[in-house]
């Protein structure tokens, strides 16, 4: 089948169902808003009390089906027949791999804990073929209408990418070159440079001088990572900052296997380190195989230099890891 053959039966999906009369497998609740802050280090005191809303954020959370899928849990829920169709579709055309690329969400009204959340996803859109470092394939997006009762409280958008991976691509026969002299090695790519603000200058203005520094609201004292134009405590915009001894500990961690960019080593270790002033940050772990990197391991800040103009704090173990020779 030509591309535009191919393209015109997936477009036909275009505005069929995802899923049908989804209802949420517990009503919003306070044990579930409790953990999302905790894992997200929010602590915002509109989340807590008797008269408690749950995080904006959290819109997805209350649609997800859990290992057991949203089948069983009403009736008439679970995933539509045409879903599963386009996704089968694009399969035998040789885009068998997913990953997901984004996500947008719009909030019409906040949640409170007692909600009973229905929604219906449909399949928003189909793109044109695609071409990526990941492969060629489709973006594939879906709209979520979540509702408590008739009212509509927000609206999910999940974009995915369904693509044949590029190094699963059969080259065209070509002729034995002739032999030629070994070319230089290209130069790496340099990594993303860091987006900088005036919210987050002061952060990288002590990154340049090998300081790790901390916002403190200066009302309530609470620290906080990353900077942010006020304080999640308090709401206070008044701030200075403060040096962080360098020294913490793996809250959790993530192996990066795929996507491969070019500068960067893979696999490598992604860790979300909690420093000893209580705040946690997102980093690189080095000097450490990504597969000795464990959750508890003490670790302490380092400036590493990638090129003349980026700098950046990445921590490494403060001890030898067990199983790494010295």
Excluded at 113 to 131: A, L, Q
Excluded at 271 to 279: C, K, P, Q, R, S
Aim: charged share 25%; glycine share 10%; hydrophobic share 35%.
């Amino acid at each position: 089948m030509d591309d535009d053959g191919l393209y015109a039966r997936l477009r036909a999906y275009e505005g069929l169902p995802a899923v049908v009369a989804g209802v949420g497998r517990d009503p919003v609740n306070a044990p579930m808003i409790r953990h999302w802050c905790e894992a997200m280090g929010d602590r915002n005191p509109a989340y807590t009390g008797p008269d408690a809303i749950a995080p904006p954020t959290m819109l997805q959370a209350w649609t997800m089906g859990g290992l057991g899928g949203l089948d069983g849990v009403s009736p008439h829920a679970g995933r539509a027949q045409a879903y599963d169709e386009l996704l089968a579709l694009l399969d035998e055309a040789g885009c068998t791999s997913v990953v997901a690329t984004d996500c947008e969400q719009e909030y019409l009204r906040p949640l409170r804990p007692g909600d009973e959340v229905g929604f219906d996803t449909v399949i928003e859109s189909v793109s044109g073929r695609k071409t990526t470092k990941l492969g060629t394939g489709y973006f594939v997006t879906t709209r979520t209408d979540v509702r408590v009762g008739a009212e509509l409280v927000g609206t999910h958008r999940f974009r995915i990418l369904k693509y044949a991976p590029a190094h699963n691509r059969s080259p065209e026969p070509e002729p034995e070159p002739e032999p030629e002299p070994k070319p230089k090695p290209e130069p790496r790519e340099l990594r993303p440079r860091p987006v900088v603000n005036r919210d987050n200058a002061g952060f990288w203005e002590g990154v340049r001088d090998h300081r790790l520094l901390l916002q403190r609201c200066t009302p309530c004292g609470v620290l906080r990572f990353p900077w942010l134009p006020g304080c999640n405590a308090c709401g206070s915009p008044d701030w200075d900052a403060v040096e962080a001894s360098g020294e913490g500990t793996v809250f959790s961690y993530v192996v990066m296997h795929h996507p491969q960019f070019p500068a960067f080593e893979g696999p490598f270790a992604v860790v979300l380190v909690e420093l000893a002033e209580g705040v946690r940050m997102v980093s690189d772990v080095i000097g450490v195989p990504y597969d000795k990197v464990r959750i508890g391991m003490p670790v302490r800040v380092r400036f590493e230099s990638y090129d003349e103009e980026l700098t950046l704090p990445v921590f490494e173990p403060s001890e030898t890891p067990e199983g790494v020779g010295a």
